[in-house]
Structures are given as C-alpha cells and as structure tokens.
C-alpha cells in the first residue's frame, strides 16, 4: 500500500526539510519553502529509462584537444547576436517570459526557419493541443516539412518520440507542464522542475540536441520553479516587454557561450515577430528637430 509522506522544499535552492520554516537553511530566503506531498510506493518503480551517460575518464588538460564549438544560424540575426553567435548543438536555453507577451511565438517562427534549412525540428506543447498549435502557425506562415509538432506532458513519451524523430533542434513549451512519471509531486512544483530539466539536459548532452525550454515567469520577475534551474541551463534568456504595447526586448542573462551584453528588440505584428535593425531610431522619434523642447 503507498505511503504519503509530507516535506518541505525551498523553491530557490532546493533545500528540503520534514517541517516548514520561514526562513530557508539553505540559502537564506524567506517564505519559499513550499510543501510537497510524495507518495512511497511498495510496488515495483515504473519502466522509465533514464538517458544513459558516456563513462569517460579524468584527462590532464594540456592533452585535451579543443576545437570551435560549431554554430547553427538563423535568419534572425538579432537572436544569433543574443546567443553569442548563433546555437550552439548540444546546449539547453531557457527562455523566460510573462505569459502572453510571445515567447511560443518567437520559438515557433525559430522552428519555421530552421525547418527551412532542413534541419529536423521537434516542437512539443504541453499547453496547446496539435490542432492549436497548427492555427497558430498557420497565422505565422509557418509551413515545412521537417517540422514536427507533438502534444505530449509525460517526459517517458517525449524521451521516446525524441528517439524516434531524431531531431537537431527540441522546443518544449513549457517545462512547468511536463511531469517525470518517477517524482510523485505534481507538475510545476520544484521537484518535477529540477528533474525534468535534468532529464533534457542529459538528452542534449548525449545526443548533440540543441533544446530550447520555455519557463513562465512569476509576479516578482523570477522563473517559476527553483532557481536552481538557471544554474542547470547553459543559456537563460528573458523576453520582456508591455502586453499593450508592440515591442519586445530579449535580454541574454546568462550565456556560457557568449556575451550577456546583448540585447534584441522585436516588434510584434500581426504577422509575427519582426526584427528591429536600429533600435535607436525608436529613441529617435520623440524628439523634436533641433534636439530642444518646443515647451522651452
């Protein structure tokens, strides 16, 4: 018969404790520890498997031959600037956002042109069926072949489907919907967060796959979910800009391939995300000739 047993974890660190406290151990935080139920199950584990991991062995590092890690282009030039110059294969991105201001959008017409240039694209919604993902490309004039689009939330099926397309380029939107079939608390929570971004990490690592994960934002800024996760990833970037108003920024910050310097301003179209060439002149254009005030 399963047990339920009650802990605490801090959402920023991770730190679990068997009692809530209002000021985390661990990191110091007030007011993050949030509870968690986990069920103990007696029965056999289910039949997940997890990526297997290339044994290697120490190495001195004056015999460890380097070369330049290659990049994967876009034709949006303001995005590879971001990046450090373009995607890297292998690297896990987390793109953060509020909900609505266009994060889907944005990797959704990245997947388009990637596809464009044959390469396989995997895109997997946990938050929109097949059917409202296609509405939302057919509107973007997103059509290719080599893009694939798969509903899915359980990280076993997406594991496998990965293994079955074979893709470049994994977009999975988002990490709080996907649950692990192992960790008992529910989706969202830190402890699916933390082991899910693990699993796709390991999947990028293995198999050479670029991933690109989409992380809800909460009411003060931060990424839903342990903070943690942004030490996971390779890159985190955050896509910010008012609801009301058509111009989004993306802000790289972090970038274990790059600068985090670099900024991208999009304006958003009924067409989709358009690149900014000369963000000054948006400066530009509330100031009267002259550069004086006509209220002077």
């Known amino acids: 018969m399963a047990k339920r047993k009650t802990k605490f974890m801090c959402r920023d660190c991770g730190y679990e404790s068997p009692k809530w406290m209002g000021r985390c151990p661990g990191c110091g ?5 949030d509870e968690e139920v986990e069920i103990i199950s007696k029965g056999p584990r289910g039949a997940f498997k997890h990526t297997e991991t290339i044994q290697q062995k120490a190495m001195p590092i004056g015999s460890i031959q380097t070369s330049e890690e290659p990049r994967i282009k876009t034709d949006l ?11 890297v294969p292998g690297s896990l991105v987390l793109i953060g956002g509020d909900p609505g201001i266009g994060k889907s959008t944005l990797l959704l017409q990245v997947s388009s042109l990637l596809a464009n240039q044959k390469q396989r694209v995997l895109y997997i ?14 509107r973007l004039g997103v059509t290719s072949d080599e893009l ?26 988002s990490i709080q919907t996907i649950h692990h079939p192992e960790v008992t608390s529910a989706p969202g929570s830190v402890s699916q967060v933390r082991e899910c971004t693990a699993e796709l990490m390991r999947i990028a690592k293995t198999q050479n796959i670029a991933i690109f994960i989409v992380g809800h934002v909460t009411k003060d800024g931060q990424i839903a979910g342990p ?5 996971m990833v390779d890159t985190v970037l955050y896509f910010e ?25 999009f304006e958003m179209l009924q067409s989709g995300l358009k690149e900014v060439l000369n963000p000054s002149e948006l400066f530009l254009r509330e100031r009267s000739q002259g ?6």
């Open 29 to 33: 935080e007030w007011n993050t520890m």
């Open 77 to 87: 030039g303001e995005l590879n600037r971001v990046l450090g110059g373009g995607i």
């Open 125 to 138: 919604s946990g938050e929109e069926s097949i059917k409202q993902t296609k509405l939302r490309a057919e």
């Open 148 to 173: 694939y689009i798969y509903a899915e939330t359980d990280l076993a099926r997406i594991h496998e489907t990965i293994n079955d397309v074979q893709p470049k380029f994994v977009i999975a939107d």
């Open 227 to 231: 903070r943690l996760l942004e030490h």
């Open 241 to 265: 800009g008012e609801r009301h108003h058509t111009y989004r920024i993306l802000r790289s910050v972090k970038n274990r391939f790059g600068s985090t310097n670099e900024i991208a301003i």
């Open 291 to 296: 550069g004086r005030d006509p209220r002077l």
